[in-house]
């Protein structure tokens, strides 16, 4: 079946530590988006990529990167700098480049919480 | 920057009930679109309704927008419990449409 996969579905984080989130897609999608969702704050943009090498910051990129060295994969990383990372990650993927055009696919989310 | 308000922000009806949720935003568009979100989960497209379209059906879901008023509602009919999510609305803007910006949902509880 066709989709995307995000893992782990659970993560735990240490003061300090970068964590890495993985997101892939067998959709044959051009476009991929990282969000983040806090409660009653709905969902914001990260990172999104367009095609590969190439990656743009959404609204709230400070202490987050990201790689498109793939088209199937774009992983998330948060780093120490990011000071408030406890949330639910969502990737998504588009098929076209534009493509607020046309609805975005979901992963069934990472939960990072740091202890 | 979020784009999209919904009104409520939470909702608990009967199941058979009608659930109407209502969505505003701020700048022009090219699109708005609906997204269901169970608890934990990822988001699940619904529906896209084009600026250009006044309404739009889709099983027991019912899209309108009005461009003047910038705003657009959904309507799900004869709700059941399975109905329970989250709902959100994202607008893609007129003169950037390589990302969608979500509004903050509304929340549908549907008792049996």
């Known amino acids: 079946d066709g989709g995307i996969t995000q893992s782990p579905k659970y993560l735990f984080r240490k003061e300090g530590q970068n964590v890495t989130l993985s997101c892939e897609q067998n959709?044959?999608?051009?476009?991929m988006y990282w969000y983040r969702q806090d409660p009653g704050q709905g969902l914001r943009l990260i990172y999104y990529?367009?095609?590969?090498?190439?990656?743009q910051k959404g609204d709230i990129a400070e202490g987050y990167s990201v790689s498109r060295e793939k088209k199937e994969s774009f992983p998330l990383t948060v780093t120490s700098a990011q000071k408030n990372p406890t949330a639910f990650y969502l990737c998504?993927?588009?098929?076209?480049?534009?493509?607020?055009?046309?609805?975005?696919?979901f992963g069934s989310g990472t939960r990072l919480t740091v202890v | 920057s979020q784009q999209g308000e919904e009104d409520p922000q939470a909702l608990s009806i009967q199941e058979g009930e009608n659930a109407t949720m209502n969505c505003s935003y701020k700048?022009?568009?090219?699109?708005l679109q609906w997204y269901r979100q169970n608890s934990g989960r990822g988001l699940v497209h619904l529906i896209l309704?084009?600026?250009?379209?006044r309404e739009k059906h889709s099983g027991r879901l019912r899209v309108t927008l009005d461009t003047s008023k910038k705003s657009s509602s959904l309507l799900i009919t004869a709700s059941r419990a399975a109905d329970t999510a989250s709902y959100f609305c994202?607008?893609?803007?007129?003169?950037?449409?390589?990302?969608?910006?979500f509004g903050t949902g509304t929340r549908l509880q549907v008792f049996p």
């Open positions: 309704i084009r600026s250009n379209e």
């Open positions: 700048t022009s568009i090219n699109n």
């Open positions: 990529s367009q095609i590969v090498n190439d990656f």
């Open positions: 994202a607008t893609a803007r007129s003169y950037n449409t390589d990302k969608l910006i």
């Open positions: 998504a993927s588009s098929a076209p480049r534009d493509g607020a055009h046309y609805g975005y696919t």
């Open positions: 959709l044959n999608h051009d476009a």
